[in-house]
């Protein structure tokens, strides 16, 4: 028990700025009007193509014999893939709406 405490302790400004972080986050996401809603999540998953390059970085630097950074790393590039995908489809869906019908 005193390991935890002595942890939280020495990382006591790292998890203000946590509970800082998920306080705005919250408060800047309930304020977000429902006609942005769709533009700024599509975007949001856009940007995800950043953990889809991160893991593929883990996965070459990780030893032979790293099963378990392999699996993660691949689980990522998956899981990351699918966010990105799924975000271009719903901006493409959003785009459709605004195209004049012929």
Do not use: C, Q, W
């Not at 006591?12 to 942005?36: D, K, Q, T």
């Amino acid at each position: 028990m005193e390991e935890i405490a002595s942890l939280f302790l020495e990382n006591r400004e790292f998890l203000y700025v946590i509970i800082l972080s998920i306080f705005l986050g919250v408060e800047v996401i309930s304020n977000v009007p429902a006609i942005l809603h769709t533009p700024l999540m599509s975007g949001a998953n856009a940007i995800h193509g950043v953990v889809i390059i991160g893991a593929i970085i883990v996965m070459g630097h990780a030893e032979p014999d790293n099963t378990l950074a392999l699996v993660l790393g691949f689980l990522a590039v998956v899981l990351g893939t699918l966010n990105v995908v799924g975000g271009f489809v719903v901006t493409n869906r959003m785009l459709e709406m605004f195209k004049k019908k012929g």
